[in-house]
């Protein structure tokens, strides 16, 4: 496809149960950014890839929050035992190292922890 | 003190009126500046990058003003379709984190 694409659009989960949220970005886009979402505040970053190093993870909120990206293109975000403060929308967006125009963003996926 | 900050709003505007928001930023080491619009339960689309001379994209102008550390949007001749949250967003690097304002409500009424 043509932007950035994320699955599932809606996830809802027990308390305490594992999900896995995948990132597919623009083909060819060297970096990839995972933000987090809470209704009525502007996204709060959580993780930064280049390729399949991930440079920055300074945005995590607990050891229960794993990203990667094993080959440089499709990211999965791994939330372990969720709890109810996990609740948000996680946004994954995509660019070239040397764009200077700002990532794009795909449609998010909408996390609902009961 | 929060990295990013903008007034929340809203701003309430008739259309065709001329409305401006501004920005603030706290990193002197800031390198990129953006502003994003989000539609209400969408994802934030880039609207333009700011630029040091300012910048025009039709109705849209954008302003940096390094010294003070403020961006700021204008925006002209203002349309019911222009209601959005705009973004205020700042970056250290190409190869670091958008650090991202709470956001500026707009609405534009007739």
């Known amino acids: 496809g043509a932007g950035v694409s994320q699955s599932p659009r809606y996830k809802v989960a027990k308390r305490g149960q594992d999900v896995a949220l995948r990132c597919d970005p623009i083909?060819?886009?060297?970096?990839l950014f995972w933000y987090q979402q809470a209704l009525g505040q502007g996204p709060e970053f959580l993780t930064y890839?280049?390729?399949?190093?991930?440079?920055?993870k300074s945005g995590l909120p607990s050891d229960r929050f794993f990203a990667e990206r094993p080959e440089g293109s499709v990211s999965t975000l791994k939330i372990q035992r969720t709890q109810q403060e996990d609740s948000a929308v996680y946004l994954c967006?995509?660019?070239?190292?040397?764009?200077?125009?700002?990532?794009?963003f795909g449609p998010g996926t909408r996390l609902t922890v009961l | 003190r929060k990295e990013v900050e903008q007034d929340p709003g809203p701003f309430n505007v008739p259309e065709g009126a001329t409305v401006a928001f501004n920005c603030t930023y706290s990193?002197?080491?800031?390198?990129?500046f953006f502003w994003y619009r989000q539609d209400c339960r969408k994802e934030p689309k880039l609207l333009m990058s700011v630029y040091s001379s300012g910048n025009e994209d039709g109705r849209f102008t954008a302003q940096l003003n390094r010294a003070s550390q403020y961006i700021s949007l204008l925006i002209r001749d203002s349309k019911l379709s222009d209601s959005a949250t705009y973004l205020c967003?700042?970056?250290?690097?190409?190869?670091?984190?958008?650090?991202f304002g709470t956001g500026t409500r707009l609405q534009v009424t007739l």
């Open positions: 083909s060819g886009h060297v970096s």
């Open positions: 890839f280049q390729n399949e190093a991930q440079l920055d």
């Open positions: 967003v700042v970056n250290r690097g190409t190869a670091s984190k958008l650090t």
């Open positions: 967006a995509s660019s070239h190292v040397s764009d200077g125009r700002g990532p794009l």
């Open positions: 990193n002197s080491a800031s390198q990129s």
